[in-house]
């Protein structure tokens, strides 16, 4: 160990495991992209004032989470805590909204960073692969989004997960209904954190986890009972669709999310076997976002789905990906002149295509046999001065541990052969 320690609430993708978050990330971007979801990639860094309005001034993610920073220019930045703000704004300024072609429907794949207090499955950096479509005000699209994250959960093995769904209505009928909540809890007992809050965001008080505070609030107006009736009809065609595709979901009226920016759907995926972090990920519809950081009127829908606890779920279940081995090929050369010649060899399999690795620094065969063992290589191909007069090279079938010796010159050709 160095003096060195992974900052507190960090921790480091290591081979093998981080083969897993690879296949993970690649798992979740699939669906995506055969659905007309385009790449994109925004700084891992982004002024504070984008998130302070974007994610919105009274979310703990903007109050006690950011990790903030003064450059030596004076700009205020912040490690971005979230994807949807960065991707809108990066959007925006492309002008990708005005191609003609919404909505704009995106791709992302990156680290985050909070500040929170760590404990398993929350860290203080983490990995999100997101999607946003922008721009259009479709149930479909609400549905499509819902139906590619199950889609990419269920490519992976993972089947203890359930989708929470709810409205959270629009800036018709939420503003009455937060004037309802707000005079209900007004008469709580509540401490004085609490009350601040049922005046900046009174949502975020149904989701608070407490006992005696979720028992003060079973007879809390109900949101369902104040949607207009264009976000009704809006929700119900969203759990038709989603009904239609065979996608279980449950109503969660309760369901408010962490961010301000949501309106009309919301929607959580939770994993069953994670303990108390049990979203592994969420989204909505945030129609109201785009103006509220100077863009035109831009309805949009989109989610974020979380790599690290992705993994964790995956563990839970005790699913093992069935991750192909990296290497097909070993090389292990015995003397000096046999590294020289097999280390052409490897680059020429490199060069066409196949997987190659070699034994380095010169080991003895047994050591380096072990080497080609862990590397899950297919054939390994040894080879020492007798081979070399004799224009031969060992190959080594690692499954039937049959050899044979094959001419230099067609050690290529044959293993294009045997690998298919
Ligand atoms: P959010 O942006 O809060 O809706 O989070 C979306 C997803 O990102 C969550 O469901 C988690 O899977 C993941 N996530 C959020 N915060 C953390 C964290 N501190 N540590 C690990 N994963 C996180």
Redesign the pocket.
């Known amino acids: 160990m160095s003096t060195f320690q992974a900052p507190k609430?960090t921790y480091d993708l290591t081979p093998p495991r981080s083969a897993t978050f690879l296949a993970v990330r690649e798992a979740i971007a699939a669906p995506l992209r055969d659905s007309g979801y385009g790449y994109i990639e925004t700084p891992g860094f982004e002024n504070v004032e984008l998130f302070a309005r974007g994610v919105g001034e009274s979310t703990d993610?903007v109050t006690k989470e950011m990790y903030t920073l003064t450059t030596k220019g004076g700009d205020q930045l912040a490690l971005r805590?979230?994807?949807?703000a960065s991707v809108l704004r990066a959007a925006l300024e492309s002008n990708l909204h005005k191609a003609g072609n919404l909505p704009v429907k995106l791709w992302y794949s990156g680290s985050?960073y909070?500040y929170?207090r760590p404990q398993a499955?929350?860290?203080?950096h983490?990995?999100?692969v997101g999607a946003e479509a922008i721009g259009t005000e479709d149930p479909v699209l609400d549905a499509e989004l819902i139906i590619l994250a199950d889609q990419a959960y269920r490519s992976l093995g993972l089947r203890q997960f359930r989708i929470l769904l709810n409205s959270l209505g629009d800036k018709e009928c939420r503003p009455v209904y937060r004037e309802a909540l707000q005079t209900f809890l007004r008469d709580l007992d509540l401490d004085e954190e609490t009350r601040r809050r049922i005046e900046i965001n009174p949502l975020r008080v149904l989701d608070d986890k407490r006992a005696d505070v979720q028992k003060q609030l079973t007879d809390a107006p109900k949101l369902r009972d104040y949607l207009c009736d264009a976000c009704k009809a809006y929700h119900e065609e969203v759990r038709a669709l989603l009904t239609a595709a065979g996608v279980v979901f449950e109503d969660d009226e309760k369901l408010v999310?962490?961010?301000d920016y949501y309106t009309r759907t919301t929607f959580?995926?939770v994993h069953d076997g994670l303990g108390a972090?049990s979203?592994?990920?969420?989204?909505g519809r945030y129609d109201g976002l785009s103006e509220m950081i100077g863009g035109p009127e831009l309805p949009s829908v989109g989610?974020?789905?979380?790599?690290?606890?992705?993994v964790l779920a995956l563990e839970a279940e005790g699913i093992e990906l069935d991750l192909p081995y990296a290497t097909s090929v070993y090389a292990v050369p015995l003397g000096e002149e046999a590294r020289r010649v097999l280390f052409g060899v490897v680059t020429g399999l490199r060069r066409a295509g196949i997987a190659a690795d070699f034994a380095f620094g010169g080991r003895g065969l047994k050591g380096a046999m072990k080497s080609a063992n862990r590397s899950g290589a297919r054939y390994a191909l040894v080879a020492g001065e007798r081979d070399l007069a004799e224009g031969v090279v060992q190959l080594k079938d690692m499954e039937s541990g049959e050899q044979s010796a094959v001419p230099l010159t067609e050690v290529a050709a044959e293993l294009a052969k045997r690998l298919g």
């Open positions: 609430g993610i805590p979230e994807g949807t985050y909070r929170e499955g929350r860290y203080r983490f990995s999100q999310r962490g961010l959580e995926f972090q979203a592994v990920g969420g989204g989610w974020a789905l979380g790599v690290d606890r992705t």
